[in-house]
Every structure is written in C-alpha cells, then in structure tokens.
C-alpha cells in the first residue's frame, strides 16, 4: 500500500519564527489534506490540497502532485500553533474510501 | 465546537460492557467515517459509511459494529473490548465519498478507556 511519510517528526520554534514541513508519498493520490491536532485532540482541517498552492493567513501549502510531496509553511509561528500537523491522502488504488494518515510532526512553539 | 458532535466525550467501561459511540452531522454530508487513534499515533480508519453502504478495514475486530441509522448518524456499538481497545475514537464526514474532491471534518473524539 501506499507509504506518508512526514518530516520532521518533532519541531520546536521560537515564537515568531518560520518553519516548513513536508510530507511524502509513494503513489498517485486523489486528494491530500493538512490536519492540525491541538493538544486536547480536536483535529482541525487546515488544507484540502490535491494541487497546486493555497494559503490561509499564516499558513500556506503547496502540493506537488508529479513529485509527489507537499509542504505547509507556518509563518511568525504562535503559541497556539503548538500541536500535531498531520498529511492525510486518499490513494488513486483502492477498493473503497480510504484516508491514510501520515506519522505526523509535532510542532512546539515556545514563548 | 465543531459541525461534527460526537456524544460522550469520554466512556470508562469494563471489558464485558456493551457501549456505543454515537456521531451526527448535519451538514448534508453523505460520507461518515470511524478512526481510532493510540497516543502519539495518527489516526487510523476503522469504518466508512458511503451513502450509507459499508466499507470495512479488514483488520478492525468484530468486537466494534458500526451502524448508519441515516445520512446524519453513525453510531459505534462496543462488545467485550480489551484494554488494548483504550483509544481516542474520532469520526469525520465529507460531502462524498472516494473521488469526492472534499475535505473531511472531524468530531472532537470519544477517548475511551478500557478497565
């Protein structure tokens, strides 16, 4: 089956400060999504990007679907920005619908 | 909040309890979907319901069963679980299914304690 992977695995930021994350995947995928897990569980869909560029205030993401890989910028990092990013794809090959979630990076922002 | 509502937020309960896990959304999605996440682990699909049809994670034990009463619940019925079973249980819905092109929204998650 199809392999995410993300890096780095664990992060920490000075407030303010940028950071990139990046996730790779082994094989064509119909859709990929950016998760923001806080640190009391909820998880918050950040992107829905199977292509291309999106950005939301701090936040950008860009998709690279022939090379497989995506990355998500947080600028001036927060705070609140502190939790788990997770990628999300849905494979091209399978039998029914499927989301494969990646291991994930742990972000912490300090003050 | 989120536009997914999940009921109860936490369940401790003894291995020979029966229990559910109840979900509902309003959001006209026609896709519900069950995960299961260990600490410091992502997510992992359990169940979707598409159009209320059933797709299964083979792997899932058939201590879980899932339920789609209609479009806007999903419930989890919970038999004779292990301690192993101790988890954050999430669901999502999206506006379809496979080759939906639609992002999945998420429940705040029942975390789920096995004795």
């Known amino acids: 089956g199809i392999q995410v992977e993300q890096s780095p695995p664990d992060l920490i930021l000075q407030e303010g400060a940028n950071s990139t994350l990046r996730c790779n995947f082994s094989d064509s995928v119909n859709n990929l999504q950016w998760f923001h897990q806080n640190p009391w569980g909820q998880l918050i869909n950040l992107f829905y990007i199977p292509s291309g560029t999106k950005q939301n205030g701090r936040l950008s993401a860009t998709t690279v679907a022939t090379e497989r890989y995506s990355l998500l910028y947080i600028s001036s990092s927060q705070t609140t920005d502190s939790g788990v990013y997770f990628c999300a794809v849905e494979p091209m090959k399978t039998s029914y619908d499927k989301v494969i979630f990646g291991p994930g990076t742990s972000l912490s922002v300090i003050p | ?115």
Request: glycine share 4%; aromatic share 8%; charged share 20%.
């Open chain 2, 1 to 115: 909040d989120t536009e997914v509502t999940q009921t109860p937020k936490h369940l401790v309960m003894g291995m020979t309890n029966k229990k559910s896990l109840k979900c509902e959304q309003h959001m006209g999605h026609r896709a519900m979907y069950w995960y299961k996440q260990k600490a410091k682990k992502p997510p992992e699909l359990m169940f979707v319901y598409s159009y209320e049809k059933l797709s299964i994670n083979e792997s899932v034990p058939s201590r879980f069963s899932p339920e789609c009463p209609n479009s806007s619940l999903l419930n989890l019925h919970l038999h004779a679980l292990q301690p192993e079973d101790s988890a954050l249980y999430l669901c999502a819905s999206s506006l379809y299914g496979q080759v939906s092109n639609q992002p999945q929204h998420f429940g705040d998650g029942t975390r789920l304690s096995i004795l």
